[in-house]
């Protein structure tokens, strides 16, 4: 492995030129650059990364943090995949690279982050997954760690964040059935403590309250976010009492396990039972009937993502002042067939 | 953000202490090591990684290469996710931490990898979606940075790979469906250049062989590895002026398309065409009549990939001595309706 000095000799051009070349600096012409480059991949140079990140501070790396859980595991879920292209989209622009950091299911997250932060790979984090209450943040901001957030919290202090749009979700949702005569309105809810099931409810709640209708807590159906939670809603609302007419999912692979449950009992989406997604996923275009659901561009939020992280970044700063603090990111209605029946009453 | 030496004056221990506490190493007592961890919280301590990496030479960080390209994105390839959790059960005992690379779909797979190198973030490389000839090898070879790939390839050298075992797959696949009777077998095998297509092409070949039937190249159709390639797959198959009867799927989300591009033409699998389909994946789970398919741990996968790798590195050798140089991953038949009927002649 070759040294930048032997990398200088071997071209008989100096040891700041070749860096200049290595470093894609502009005050390099491109025929020097080619050389330069071509040179360091026949000797197998390595650029001392370690060295520059002393010197200048910085990685050039920015954090995505996700988790490897069993859950998410078994249900493949694509969301970061897809909001990844965005984010490289706006971080190539300025040389920097993503690093998808997966935190073991069986490891705190919090304190996995911190050993993340002291390894010093990254310059600035990108966290998802929030919880109603989220040490990460407050241990990023301590630690001077600019970041972005995928989602609220409640947790104390004023961090940036973009959140997709639940509460649009749950209001047009509830509305669109309520004119189609729904009265009993059923809904899906995390079963773990993560933030956005506490901001679907709610919403939900308001939204029933707009159109005069009760809040009854037995149709808040509480669940895996996986094909199999979809599966298992599907059997306990089969199971109630007062069966409700229609249910809105607050995740999109749901309605896979949903569907399956409901056919084995006779009951067909759509025409028994009303049944609307959210967030529209490749997989989900195969269910029959359609499914009504929401669409939304992972590719644009992991631009906004990415702008308002730089935003945060002293610098990039100058490049991005129009990203703002706070986002909330909306959804559109796909109109499908999993609902597409006016109710009348028995 | 405070260093290790106002660490140090603040819990009134020798800097060497503390260093050893925040290391993990193991001659600092429990007590003493609780104390440094929670003033470090406190304080807002941070590690300075970079100047450990240039004295130590390392950087502790595994990198998992993988490609974030339009077709993993649509289609969510949780391959990847499960193989981390094995990876991470190997590499946490060595206080070794895992990160995930991925590749743009538009920059060329060895210029992202040589770039990588060249930031030093990692001590070794896991790289995956080898092709047919992969530069990447080479790449890794001249800078000595360990590497394990995740598949084989035409490239020259004597690399390390664990690989999956396409030949038996289509081995006991073809076996299974000329014991029923099948004569015309058709496969799938992906439009690109990555190699393990190569592969189980030319195993079903010999599978054929081995059962004196005849090898038609219009009986392999070549289709994205995706759900949609799966429908394209049910479409030319259809097409096809002498139909076969069977059909043997390259990717496990292949069934999902194709189950649905058969039904739209009342062509039922398991009754009219047989189908085996390749890695067991939760979401076919949900198909019926229910497939016939091979699974796999991507756990146990993980764990072999992360101690062949460990074997490559001069630290952690000794703990891996019997990790061979390379492995082909059996994977077990589990029958499904999908294949379980016997093909009477015309």
Redesign the interface.
């Known amino acids: ?1 070759k040294g930048i000095r032997q990398l200088a000799e071997h071209l008989a051009i100096s040891i700041g030129t070749v860096s200049r070349a ?1 470093n894609g600096r502009p005050d390099v012409n491109e025929e020097t650059r080619r050389r330069v480059l071509a040179a360091a ?1 026949a000797l ?1 140079y ?6 520059r ?2 010197r200048q501070g910085e ?3 920015i ?1 995505l943090m996700i988790e ?1 859980s ?1 859950e ?7 969301f970061f ?2 909001v ?2 965005g984010l ?1 989209h706006v971080f ?1 622009r300025h040389k920097l ?6 935190c ?2 069986d490891e705190d997250p919090c304190e996995y982050l ?8 990254v310059d600035a984090m990108i966290i998802s997954n929030m919880q109603r209450v989220d040490r990460r943040v407050d ?1 990023l901001s ?3 760690i600019p970041f972005i957030a995928v989602g609220r919290s409640l947790s104390a202090g004023n961090f940036p964040w973009i959140d997709l749009d639940f509460e649009g979700v749950a209001e047009r949702a509830v509305e669109r059935l309520v004119a189609r005569g729904h009265r009993r309105i059923a809904i899906t809810a995390p079963s773990s403590e993560v933030n956005l099931g506490y901001v679907f409810v709610e919403s939900y709640r308001r939204a029933l309250e707009q159109h005069g209708l009760p809040f009854d807590p037995s149709l808040v159906i509480r669940v895996k976010s996986s ?2 939670g979809g599966y298992q809603a599907a059997h306990e609302l089969l199971l109630l009492e007062d069966r409700p007419t229609a249910v809105i999912l607050i995740y999109e692979l749901m309605a ?2 949903l569907y ?1 449950r409901l056919m084995e009992s006779g009951v067909l989406p759509g025409r028994d039972l009303a049944v609307i997604g959210f967030r529209d ?3 989900a275009r ?1 269910l029959q009937p359609s499914l009504s659901c929401f669409r939304m561009s ?1 590719y644009d939020l992991g631009v906004a993502l990415g702008q308002m992280l730089l935003a945060r970044m002293p610098a990039y700063r100058e490049f991005y002042s129009e990203a703002g603090g706070n986002m909330i990111w909306p959804l559109e209605l796909v109109a499908g067939e999993s609902d597409a029946f006016q109710l009348t009453e028995a």
Not at 97 to 102: A, E, I, K, V
């Open positions: 492995m290595l991949e197998g390595v650029a001392n990364q370690s060295g990140s002393l990685t050039k790396v954090g490897s069993a998410a595991v078994e249900n493949a879920d694509n995949l897809g990844t292209s490289q190539t690279d993503l690093l998808m950091l997966p073991p299911s911190k050993r993340m932060v002291a390894r010093r790979v241990l301590r630690a001077r094909e199999q896979i396990g399956r996923a490749p997989r195969f992972l």
